[in-house]
C-alpha cells in the first residue's frame, strides 16, 4: 500500500528488526541510521515513545525531536504521537499489531498510532483523535490508514477476548470483529479499528487498509510467528 503522497512521507519497513536501544544513552540503531539517510530525515527530527500497549497518546512538536532514537524520552507509556509540525517524524514499533496512520491535510495534523488488542478495545483511537482535534483537526476530514498487521487468519484468540471486547463492542458490532472457523476464535483487527473510527465520526470512504499480514507473509516481523525481539517500524512525517 503506497502511504506517502503529497501530504505526507509515510511507511512501514523492516529493517534488521532492531528499532530499540537497551540503555538511555545508547547510540541510535543502526536501522533508525539507515532509515533516516533513505529518508533524508535527520535523526534529530524523529520521534519515538515507549510503548506500552496502552491508550495514552501525547501531542509532540520540535522540542521531542530524536526522543527515543538519540537521546532519552519523556513520552513513556504512550502508544500514539500527534503533531502538526512539519519535517518532525513519528515512528513507532509494531510487530502484528497494528500502525494506524491518521490525517487532517486540510489542518495540517498527524497522528501515527501503535494499536494492540487491548488498545483497539480501549481508549486509544478516541484518544489519537482527540488530540488531533486540539490542533484543529476535524474527525469528518481524516483519513484513516491501517498498515500490514496480523490478518483474521491468523490471530486466534481464547474466549476471554471476545468477553473482553463485550464490554466495548455490542452484539452487531462483535459479529463483524470476530470469526469462528473449524471451532477456532479469530479476532479481525481491522474490523474492530474501523468500528471505533466510525464511532468518532471518520466516514468509511476515508478508511483504507494494507492487504498484507505480517505474521503469514514474508518481510515483515511477527510476534506470533515467533520473532522475539525483533520490530518493523511504522513513520509518518508531513512534508
Ligand atoms: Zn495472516
Not at 512521507?9 to 544513552?25: K, M, Q, Y
Not at 496502552?54 to 501531542?59: G, Q
Not at 521531542?64 to 513520552?75: A, E, I, K, Q, S
Request: hydrophobic share 40%.
Amino acid at each position: 500500500m503506497q502511504l506517502t503522497d503529497d501530504f505526507v512521507l509515510a511507511g512501514f519497513t523492516a529493517g534488521s528488526g532492531i528499532w530499540t536501544r537497551n540503555e538511555p544513552d545508547d547510540p541510535p540503531s543502526r536501522d533508525y541510521v539507515q532509515l533516516s539517510r533513505t529518508l533524508g530525515v535527520p535523526l534529530t527530527m524523529t520521534v519515538r515513545p515507549y510503548q506500552a500497549n496502552a491508550s495514552r497518546v501525547a501531542i509532540v512538536g520540535a522540542e521531542h525531536g530524536g526522543m527515543g532514537v538519540l537521546r532519552d524520552n519523556v513520552l513513556t507509556k504512550t502508544d500514539g504521537l500527534v503533531t502538526a509540525e512539519r519535517g518532525l517524524m513519528l515512528s513507532i514499533i509494531a510487530a502484528d499489531c497494528v500502525p494506524i496512520y491518521l490525517a487532517d491535510r486540510e489542518a495540517g495534523v498527524i497522528g501515527l498510532l501503535h494499536c494492540g488488542r487491548q488498545a483497539a478495545a480501549g481508549e486509544l483511537i478516541h484518544n489519537g483523535i482527540a488530540c488531533m482535534a486540539e490542533l484543529g483537526a476535524v474527525p469528518a476530514r481524516l483519513s484513516l490508514a491501517l498498515g500490514p498487521h496480523i490478518c483474521p487468519d491468523c490471530y486466534e484468540v481464547g474466549a476471554e477476548v471476545r468477553e473482553e471486547f463485550a464490554q466495548s463492542f455490542d452484539a452487531q458490532e462483535l459479529e463483524r470483529i470476530f470469526r469462528v472457523r473449524n471451532g477456532g476464535l479469530y479476532l479481525d483487527m481491522a474490523a474492530a479499528i474501523r468500528v471505533k473510527a466510525e464511532r468518532e465520526g471518520i466516514a468509511p470512504e476515508n478508511m483504507r487498509s494494507a492487504a498484507e499480514c505480517t505474521c503469514h507473509g514474508s518481510g515483515y516481523y511477527s510476534y506470533r510467528r515467533g520473532d522475539r525481539g525483533l520490530q518493523n517500524l511504522a513513520y509518518m512525517m508531513m512534508h
